[in-house]
């Protein structure tokens, strides 16, 4: 991509910013002054000046686009760092974007399923219930036989396919969600200017092997693309729903898979209050201290338990269940950003924050360099008194005044001092926590987060890494383990070989080098036979974990001709080197 090509978007950008003076709420942070000086080149207009500064900037940020729509999501549900008023008129961008005609929705239903709606519903409803940046979403009734496909997947965990249930005797409310028209080709001139300003940074930033912005785009880009392909939020929404099943804390509607293609999703209607509609929930009598809490609690199960965390938690997406009084009930909605993490990722992740909630900044600096997040020339005192500067201030406060996320960003603000290599695999992750964070403290602002976060990450963490997981776990790898079992004794011996000869794929230095020639045939000789016995202990313990698969003797077996390869290789005389 040319910047010739990119820069009537750049001026476009620029343009918009400047129609609706949103260079005057910038201003106030002394940033993008230049844009002023596009004023003279710009027809002034009364009636926009006259609008309220949050109004002004919705109306941008909905006339850019998709991208920095869902920014504005996110900045709505920091009301702690955000004035409220401006908040409160980008909390409108969740659920209140200018809709589309109804009767072109109509036509990409029909188009993507290959049916008449006459035939696909009993009922649809032109007139969108709620209209976002992506999608926007029609009431409509399944008919009665439409029902048998119902389940929330078409196959079991294991690759069979679900008996079709019988049709219920009436038809079911549902919502459709249908894909904006040409959002596509939005999101991809976004996404072209993004990649450009990525690419500039990743040539002229001197820290841009820190930054990464080129990795950054790339996890930006794949999150919209996925979110442009609604068969893929079905299959979010499914995970997430058995995750879920039966679940006192969080409901998640059903799928109807026979309604639901790449630009068309059917699913269950359900009907709920906004989780940020505190007079509402007041007057439905809903608990908004428990609900805040389980909030809370929820984003930790789905993170460090499930793996699978709904990344784009703002109130539009998450409504409460009115039904529910002393008990409270979220209700999911919109499953088009969902995010996971690596396993070692998760652990760290998962021992820092720990770290965090007991004030070990040791352990925390510890982590970072352990992680690979920072060089490991990073002394770790400096780091941990680095560390300790911007949490122990929080500390003087009390907990439900500590803003957890706040900590983060310092936090990593702070490493990046410290050489951090930013991971762009934490960014949904960063972004949830904004979110729960922001909603939590709506529900209820004396929410100690600190107290409830903790006792559930350390039950989830003693469960994950228990001596019964590990157990399970070692029984999942077993067959991979004796399949490669008997090639161990060999690759050593080659790698041994390669090394002595120069030839590996480690570098040794002189003085290694010199140790391995001074080691006599013998002692190679004896390496190699405890290897072998080693291996088959090895294998000896994974045959005894099978239990009855393989018998009781196999083990017994392996484990004697192990004792005997040990003893063959002891030295039981002193060899001259």
């Given at each position: 991509?040319?910047?010739?090509?990119?820069?009537?978007?750049?001026?476009?950008v620029?343009?918009v910013?400047?129609?609706?003076?949103?260079?005057?709420?910038?201003?106030?942070?002394?940033?993008?002054?230049?844009?002023?000086?596009?004023?003279?080149?710009?027809?002034?207009?009364?009636?926009?000046?006259?609008?309220?500064?949050?109004?002004?900037?919705?109306l941008?940020?909905?006339?850019?686009?998709?991208?920095?729509?869902?920014?504005?999501?996110?900045?709505?549900?920091?009301r702690?760092l955000?004035?409220?008023?401006?908040?409160?008129?980008?909390?409108h961008?969740?659920?209140?974007?200018?809709?589309?005609?109804?009767?072109?929705?109509?036509?990409?239903?029909?188009?993507?399923?290959?049916?008449?709606?006459?035939?696909?519903?009993?009922?649809?409803?032109?007139?969108?219930?709620?209209?976002?940046?992506?999608?926007?979403?029609?009431?409509?009734?399944?008919?009665?036989?439409?029902?048998?496909?119902?389940?929330?997947a078409?196959?079991?965990?294991?690759?069979?396919?679900?008996?079709p249930?019988?049709?219920p005797?009436?038809?079911?409310?549902?919502?459709?969600?249908?894909?904006?028209?040409n959002?596509?080709?939005?999101?991809?001139?976004?996404?072209?200017?993004?990649?450009?300003?990525?690419?500039?940074?990743?040539?002229?930033?001197?820290?841009?092997?820190?930054?990464?912005?080129?990795?950054?785009f790339?996890?930006?880009?794949?999150?919209?693309?996925?979110?442009?392909?609604?068969?893929?939020?079905?299959?979010?929404?499914?995970?997430?729903?058995?995750?879920?099943?039966?679940?006192?804390?969080?409901?998640v509607?059903?799928?109807?898979w026979?309604?639901?293609?790449?630009?068309?999703?059917?699913?269950?209607?359900?009907?709920?209050?906004?989780?940020?509609?505190?007079?509402?929930?007041?007057?439905?009598?809903?608990d908004?201290?428990?609900l805040?809490e389980?909030?809370?609690?929820?984003?930790y199960?789905?993170?460090?338990?499930?793996?699978?965390?709904?990344?784009d938690?703002?109130?539009?997406n998450?409504?409460?269940?009115?039904?529910?009084t002393?008990?409270?009930?979220?209700?999911?909605?919109?499953?088009?950003?969902?995010?996971?993490?690596?396993?070692?990722?998760?652990?760290?992740?998962?021992?820092?924050?720990?770290a965090?909630?007991?004030?070990?900044?040791?352990?925390?600096?510890?982590l970072?360099?352990?992680a690979?997040?920072m060089p490991?020339?990073?002394?770790?005192d400096?780091?941990?008194?680095?560390?300790?500067?911007?949490?122990?201030?929080?500390?003087?406060?009390?907990?439900?005044?500590?803003?957890?996320?706040?900590?983060?960003?310092?936090?990593f603000?702070?490493?990046?001092?410290?050489?951090?290599?930013l991971?762009?695999?934490?960014?949904?992750?960063?972004?949830?926590?904004?979110?729960?964070?922001?909603?939590g403290?709506?529900?209820?602002?004396?929410?100690?987060?600190w107290?409830?976060?903790?006792?559930?990450?350390?039950?989830?963490?003693?469960?994950?890494?228990s001596?019964?997981?590990?157990?399970?776990?070692?029984?999942?790898?077993?067959?991979?383990?004796?399949?490669?079992?008997?090639?161990?004794?060999e690759?050593?011996?080659?790698?041994?070989?390669?090394?002595?000869?120069?030839?590996?794929?480690?570098?040794?230095?002189?003085?290694?080098?010199?140790?391995?020639?001074?080691?006599?045939?013998?002692?190679?000789?004896?390496?190699?036979?405890?290897?072998?016995?080693?291996?088959?202990?090895?294998?000896?313990?994974?045959v005894?974990?099978?239990?009855?698969?393989?018998?009781?003797?196999p083990?017994i077996?392996?484990?004697?001709?192990?004792?005997?390869?040990?003893?063959a290789?002891?030295?039981?005389?002193?060899?001259?080197?």
């Amino acid at each position: 991509m040319t910047p010739l090509r990119l820069l009537p978007r750049v001026l476009h950008v620029a343009a918009v910013l400047v129609r609706y003076r949103i260079d005057d709420l910038i201003d106030e942070q002394h940033a993008m002054r230049p844009l002023r000086w596009l004023r003279a080149l710009l027809p002034r207009r009364r009636k926009i000046a006259m609008l309220p500064r949050g109004a002004r900037l919705r109306l941008a940020l909905t006339e850019l686009g998709p991208i920095w729509v869902k920014a504005g999501q996110v900045l709505s549900t920091r009301r702690d760092l955000i004035p409220q008023d401006v908040a409160d008129e980008l909390a409108h961008l969740q659920d209140q974007v200018p809709p589309f005609p109804g009767a072109l929705a109509r036509t990409i239903v029909e188009e993507s399923l290959g049916k008449p709606i006459g035939e696909l519903y009993a009922s649809f409803d032109e007139t969108p219930l709620a209209s976002a940046s992506i999608a926007q979403v029609h009431a409509a009734r399944l008919l009665p036989a439409s029902a048998a496909s119902r389940h929330a997947a078409p196959y079991a965990a294991d690759g069979t396919m679900h008996q079709p249930a019988p049709a219920p005797p009436v038809a079911r409310d549902v919502v459709v969600k249908v894909l904006r028209p040409n959002v596509a080709v939005n999101v991809r001139r976004n996404l072209e200017l993004l990649d450009a300003i990525a690419r500039l940074v990743q040539r002229w930033h001197p820290q841009a092997d820190k930054i990464r912005p080129r990795d950054l785009f790339d996890e930006v880009a794949k999150t919209l693309h996925n979110e442009l392909n609604l068969q893929n939020e079905g299959a979010n929404a499914s995970l997430l729903r058995r995750n879920f099943e039966n679940s006192d804390d969080l409901y998640v509607p059903q799928i109807f898979w026979s309604h639901t293609g790449e630009k068309v999703l059917t699913m269950e209607r359900v009907h709920g209050i906004p989780a940020d509609d505190v007079v509402a929930l007041d007057k439905a009598g809903i608990d908004r201290r428990r609900l805040a809490e389980k909030g809370v609690r929820l984003f930790y199960e789905q993170v460090f338990r499930d793996n699978f965390f709904h990344a784009d938690a703002h109130p539009g997406n998450i409504w409460v269940d009115p039904t529910r009084t002393r008990d409270p009930r979220f209700i999911a909605l919109d499953f088009g950003i969902m995010g996971s993490l690596p396993d070692q990722d998760q652990y760290w992740l998962a021992e820092n924050f720990i770290a965090m909630f007991e004030r070990n900044y040791r352990r925390i600096a510890e982590l970072h360099l352990e992680a690979g997040w920072m060089p490991r020339h990073i002394r770790v005192d400096e780091l941990e008194a680095a560390v300790r500067t911007v949490c122990e201030p929080y500390f003087t406060r009390p907990l439900s005044e500590i803003s957890l996320a706040e900590v983060v960003a310092k936090l990593f603000s702070t490493a990046r001092k410290f050489e951090l290599t930013l991971q762009p695999q934490l960014i949904l992750l960063q972004k949830t926590l904004l979110n729960v964070e922001g909603l939590g403290r709506q529900l209820d602002p004396d929410i100690d987060i600190w107290s409830v976060a903790q006792p559930v990450l350390k039950r989830i963490l003693a469960d994950r890494y228990s001596a019964r997981h590990a157990l399970r776990e070692i029984r999942k790898r077993i067959p991979e383990w004796l399949r490669i079992a008997p090639l161990i004794p060999e690759r050593i011996h080659d790698a041994l070989e390669a090394l002595a000869e120069g030839n590996g794929p480690l570098q040794f230095g002189e003085r290694e080098l010199e140790h391995l020639r001074m080691l006599g045939r013998e002692t190679q000789r004896r390496i190699l036979v405890a290897t072998f016995g080693g291996a088959l202990l090895v294998g000896a313990g994974l045959v005894f974990a099978l239990g009855d698969r393989y018998g009781f003797w196999p083990p017994i077996i392996l484990a004697a001709i192990s004792i005997a390869s040990f003893a063959a290789a002891w030295p039981w005389k002193r060899t001259k080197e």
